[in-house]
């Protein structure tokens, strides 16, 4: 049976487009000049799809949207704001778009839509490691949450270590994209050479080296999501072709010789400002805006330490230091500490406690915050010897009964020791949890051994 299409849109010469975009899918397509027009249609006949303009005289799409809600609506606007989103999220819109649009874009949501099982439970998305009892954020997982239903890009903005990433996979976990890849590309790990490549794919012969095509991050993320992590890394002219590969939703591969359609939702983060970068003139304003139609904002750790306690609870089950808990002179400490590094510097800080402590009651001299008790970890670390034998200890500085005093020099390199044995002397797992380079590692090491220290180097 032939796929009926409801167009409203009070603007003649875009319901002239919209036909011409909609009718090369085959589909028996119907237009309307308001939403009046559009609701007596559908009254009668109903429709599998309705593409309908926001703004119309008399009744706008999103109330037209509420009294036809079972039915797929995409929502067309050129004057869209973060709060109407929102609303035709809530009401059930299939998709929100920002014109200009590709008419290619258009015609693969439709086709997409038309393709749903629209009575289909969605999954409210499962949080997993998002620990949060603060209501703010709280409030900003449920605006995820609706926005998720959508297609739309979305642009997450925080500093380092704020959990930018976990919330874009909570993002898709809750669309309808979950069945899909998620794919994520950290825009600033890659050599500017290798980006588009990777990005974008190549085929054999396209360069030196490329003996076998290769699909890129946007093909191999195709029906589900691409995360482009660090997005303001990107060089300007590679700015320029990720541009295009948004606005027409295809991709063509290094070497190419036709464009490969896609369909993807694509998720931006980045730690900085970027309309500072704009004005710099070190990012395009035209991305920025394709990019962030639904800008979110992840706060610091800082302005959310009432969260400290049980992020501390999750990440001991998670980790496996089930005896691990934090005295409250712990707590306190925590609560006061910049946390400039947030949420992933204070898992390094409790994976070191949880080592100091031995799985047990964690103390504020466990935590280690100070630079001045932590010492300076490239400086050169004398030996130390077990003030009872004289002897290096391979597990340990601390004699059995305990009565030996350390200094923080000796509870660096205890600290290192025990770190190794829990990763079982992984030096690249055990720099992580240190928070030290696998070199700076490697060097203290090598001064250990060259001082008896019984350990490997």
Same mark, same amino acid.
């Given at each position: 049976?032939? +796929?009926? &299409?409801?167009?409203?849109? @009070?603007?003649?010469?875009?319901?002239?487009?919209?036909?011409?975009?909609?009718?090369?899918?085959?589909?028996?397509?119907?237009?309307?000049? @308001?939403?009046?027009?559009?609701?007596?249609? $559908?009254?009668?006949?109903? !429709?599998?799809?309705?593409?309908?303009?926001? =703004?119309?005289?008399?009744?706008?799409?999103?109330?037209?949207?509420?009294?036809?809600?079972?039915?797929?609506? &995409? $929502?067309?606007?050129?004057?869209?704001?973060?709060?109407?989103?929102?609303?035709?999220?809530?009401?059930?819109?299939?998709?929100?778009?920002?014109?200009?649009?590709?008419?290619?874009?258009?015609?693969?949501?439709?086709?997409?839509?038309?393709?749903?099982?629209?009575?289909?439970?969605?999954?409210?998305?499962?949080?997993?490691?998002?620990?949060?009892?603060?209501?703010?954020?709280?409030?900003?997982? /449920?605006?995820?949450?609706?926005?998720?239903?959508?297609?739309?890009?979305?642009?997450?903005?925080?500093?380092?270590?704020?959990? +930018?990433?976990?919330?874009?996979?909570?993002?898709? !976990?809750?669309?309808?994209?979950?069945?899909?890849?998620?794919?994520?590309?950290?825009?600033?790990?890659?050599?500017?050479?290798?980006?588009?490549?990777?990005?974008?794919?190549?085929?054999?012969?396209?360069?030196?080296?490329?003996?076998?095509?290769?699909?890129?991050?946007?093909?191999?993320?195709?029906?589900?999501?691409?995360?482009? @992590?660090?997005?303001?890394?990107?060089?300007?002219?590679?700015?320029? +072709?990720?541009?295009?590969?948004?606005?027409?939703?295809?991709?063509?591969?290094?070497?190419?010789?036709?464009?490969?359609?896609?369909?993807?939702?694509? &998720?931006?983060?980045?730690?900085?400002?970027?309309?500072?970068?704009?004005?710099?003139?070190?990012?395009?304003?035209?991305?920025?805006? =394709?990019?962030?139609?639904?800008?979110?904002?992840?706060?610091?750790?800082?302005?959310?330490?009432?969260?400290?306690?049980?992020?501390?609870?999750?990440?001991?089950?998670?980790?496996?230091?089930?005896?691990?808990?934090?005295?409250?002179?712990?707590?306190?400490?925590?609560? &006061?500490?910049?946390?400039?590094?947030?949420?992933? /510097?204070?898992?390094?800080?409790?994976?070191?406690?949880?080592?100091?402590?031995?799985?047990?009651?964690?103390?504020?001299?466990?935590?280690?915050?100070?630079?001045?008790?932590?010492?300076?970890?490239? @400086?050169?670390?004398?030996?130390?010897?077990?003030?009872?034998?004289?002897?290096?200890?391979?597990?340990?500085?601390?004699?059995?009964?305990?009565?030996?005093?350390?200094?923080?020099?000796?509870? /660096?390199?205890?600290?290192?020791?025990?770190?190794?044995?829990?990763?079982?002397?992984?030096?690249?797992?055990?720099?992580?949890?240190?928070?030290?380079?696998? =070199?700076?590692?490697?060097?203290?090491?090598?001064?250990?051994?060259?001082?008896?220290?019984?350990?490997?180097?």
């Amino acid at each position: 049976m032939e +796929k009926r &299409i409801v167009v409203a849109d @009070d603007d003649p010469t875009m319901r002239s487009a919209l036909r011409e975009a909609l009718v090369g899918l085959a589909y028996s397509v119907s237009l309307f000049p @308001d939403g009046e027009e559009a609701e007596r249609h $559908l009254k009668q006949f109903g !429709a599998d799809v309705v593409v309908s303009d926001v =703004r119309m005289p008399g009744l706008s799409g999103i109330e037209l949207l509420k009294r036809f809600q079972p039915i797929p609506f &995409i $929502l067309i606007s050129g004057f869209a704001t973060v709060p109407q989103a929102v609303e035709a999220m809530k009401f059930g819109a299939y998709d929100f778009v920002v014109k200009p649009f590709s008419y290619r874009e258009l015609a693969s949501l439709v086709e997409a839509a038309v393709a749903r099982d629209r009575g289909a439970p969605t999954s409210d998305g499962d949080d997993g490691e998002f620990v949060t009892e603060q209501p703010r954020m709280r409030a900003l997982l /449920e605006f995820a949450r609706q926005v998720a239903k959508s297609h739309a890009s979305i642009l997450i903005q925080g500093e380092s270590g704020t959990g +930018k990433e976990l919330l874009a996979r909570y993002i898709h !976990a809750s669309s309808r994209r979950r069945g899909g890849p998620f794919v994520a590309v950290n825009c600033a790990a890659l050599p500017e050479g290798l980006l588009e490549s990777e990005l974008f794919g190549y085929e054999r012969g396209a360069f030196t080296g490329a003996v076998n095509s290769k699909a890129g991050k946007f093909e191999l993320a195709h029906t589900g999501t691409l995360l482009l @992590d660090e997005v303001s890394e990107l060089p300007l002219p590679l700015q320029a +072709k990720l541009l295009r590969v948004l606005q027409e939703r295809e991709v063509d591969r290094v070497g190419g010789k036709k464009p490969q359609p896609i369909d993807i939702r694509v &998720i931006a983060t980045a730690n900085c400002e970027l309309r500072e970068m704009i004005r710099a003139g070190s990012f395009r304003e035209d991305l920025y805006y =394709r990019l962030n139609v639904v800008p979110l904002r992840l706060f610091p750790l800082r302005e959310r330490i009432d969260d400290i306690e049980p992020l501390a609870r999750a990440f001991f089950a998670r980790r496996g230091y089930p005896g691990a808990t934090l005295s409250q002179s712990a707590i306190d400490q925590l609560k &006061i500490n910049a946390w400039r590094g947030n949420v992933r /510097e204070l898992f390094n800080v409790l994976e070191r406690a949880a080592i100091m402590a031995q799985d047990g009651a964690i103390e504020p001299e466990h935590l280690l915050l100070d630079d001045d008790q932590i010492g300076h970890w490239n @400086d050169s670390v004398p030996g130390a010897r077990d003030e009872t034998s004289g002897q290096f200890s391979r597990t340990g500085l601390v004699p059995e009964n305990g009565a030996a005093r350390l200094s923080v020099r000796q509870m /660096e390199q205890q600290l290192i020791f025990k770190t190794l044995q829990q990763v079982n002397n992984n030096r690249t797992s055990a720099a992580k949890i240190l928070g030290i380079s696998v =070199r700076t590692l490697r060097n203290k090491l090598k001064i250990y051994r060259e001082q008896q220290c019984g350990v490997e180097a």
